[in-house]
């Protein structure tokens, strides 16, 4: 099970790239598809390498991104 | 992704980024990659975190965060150009109970409104501005702006701006900073991760100085623009990093709080 999660809100994304050049898994890309607004908006390619960091998250300049982490266990 | 997805998915896992409070579910007017969009996330989320969403009141420049008051989930005053300061100052002073925060683009701040800022920052009126530096007028289509740098080309400079006809760009921390006035001034940008984490540092910092009473708070932030620099949006952040911070440095330039 990954680490970390996110999930991209398609409508908000404006396909900048930004948190693909941000994210030091290489867990998105570009989806190759069109949102309403026609940005060539994001996509979790590499869903198993996410570590839950929120880089992603950070650097996105509309918001488009909500970020999960794993809990630590046994604590 | 369903819901039912989702929530299959993150079992066992917390949150760790969402969109703030203070920020309703509109749809930032920003262009692709613009920082207005990371800082307003930013501000947004300190006014979470300092639990002062119901007592802030912001005023916006005109300019391309003329609309802030569509997406932040708080009042929001828009003065006319350059006035933001000046009207910050009046509502703080009218209500002293509430936080005031001013957020101004370099036409705003160091062109039309140069006096206003300046006289705020001089009387050490306790509130927070921010100034955001994108080195043009980005809402009327990219012309030079006080604070465009030397050989940068504009719609209005297109061989590049040169001294002689422009004067060299106008530093407006350093400048104000020469003044007895504020309390803090700061410069920080938003290119990267870490960044990102100094300015929202800075910002919370300007906030409580301000909830403390202790009076001006300055925060200028180096912004992209990269429609008008004619960049993609990771190239914008480079030319940042490579060739704004140099002539303008980042970090704290006055601290008497
Ligand atoms: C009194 C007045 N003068 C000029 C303008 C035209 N105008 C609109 S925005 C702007 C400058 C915006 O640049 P900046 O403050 O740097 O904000 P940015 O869009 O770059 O964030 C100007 C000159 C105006 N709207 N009102
Ligand atoms: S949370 Fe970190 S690892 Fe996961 S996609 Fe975002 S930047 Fe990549
Ligand atoms: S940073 Fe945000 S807007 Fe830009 S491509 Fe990624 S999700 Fe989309
Ligand atoms: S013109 Fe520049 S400052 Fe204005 S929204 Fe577009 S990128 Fe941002
Ligand atoms: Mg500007």
Sequence with gaps: ?75 | MSKEALAEDTAGMEKVFDRPKSLNNQQFSYCPGCHHGVINRLIAETIDELGIQDNTVGTAPVGCSVFLYKWFDIDVIQPAHGRVSAVATGVKRARPDLNVFAYQGDGDFASIGTNNSTHAANRGDNITVFFINNTLYGMTGGEMSPTTLLNQKTTTTPKGRKAKDFGPPIKMSEMLSALDGPTYITRQAVYDVKRIDQTKKAIKKAFRIQTEGKGYALVEILSACPINWGMDPVKANERIKEEVENVYPLGDILDRS
Excluded at chain 1, 5 to 10: F, I, L, M, P
Excluded at chain 1, 54 to 75: I, M, N, R, S
Aim: one cysteine or more.
């Design chain 1, 1 to 75: 099970m990954p680490r970390g999660k996110v999930s991209v809100h398609e409508e908000r994304c404006k396909g900048c790239g930004l948190c693909i050049e941000a994210c030091p898994q290489g867990v998105l890309s570009f989806s190759g598809d069109f949102n309403s607004s026609g940005y060539d908006y994001v996509t979790v390619d590499n869903p198993e390498d996410c570590v839950g960091c929120g880089f992603c998250g950070k650097v996105c300049p509309d918001v488009a991104l909500t970020v999960y982490k794993k809990q630590k266990e046994g604590v």
